[in-house]
Nanobody, 129 residues
Framework: QVDLLESGGGLVQAGGSLRLSCEASGSIASINRMGWFRQAPGKERERVSCITITDSSTDYAGSVKGRFTISSDSAKNTVYLQMGSLKPEDTAIYYC??????????????????????WGRGTQVTVSS
């Protein structure tokens, strides 16, 4: 079992920055991939970014590429999402997720149909115009 706790959300003006954190606890040795997802009111959940723990490879949704950066700190069992040049359309609840499946980098399963094993409760990000 893996527990995930997100933090760092808040209210920011357009053009501003925020850094989200996701701290993992429990059976963290089993985690091979971690990702950030978001869901805006009335919309489906969408993938934002992912990182492969073994080789630190990453992937991003086109809408955030160049503005967001995902990273991990193994000593702190934490994954971060640095968000810059924020836009009102980035407003959503941001969820952290962890996956145990072996063998593939996160980019290989960075698609809407792939379901991660564990999910956090989310943190609200609101970008005002």
């Amino acid at each position: 079992q893996v527990d995930l706790l997100e933090s760092g959300g808040g209210l920011v003006q357009a053009g501003g920055s925020l850094r989200l954190s996701c701290e993992a606890s429990g059976s963290i040795a089993s985690i091979n991939r971690m990702g950030w997802f978001r869901q805006a009111p009335g919309k489906e959940r969408e993938r934002v970014s992912c990182i492969t723990i073994t080789d630190s490879s990453t992937d991003y949704a086109g809408s955030v590429k160049g503005r967001f950066t995902i990273s991990s700190d193994s000593a702190k069992n934490t994954v971060y999402l640095q968000m810059g040049s924020l836009k009102p359309e980035d407003t959503a609840i941001y969820y952290c997720a962890a996956d145990e499946s072996l063998g593939l980098p996160c980019s290989a399963v960075f698609n809407p149909g792939y379901e991660y094993d564990y999910w956090g409760r989310g943190t609200q990000v609101t970008v005002s115009s």
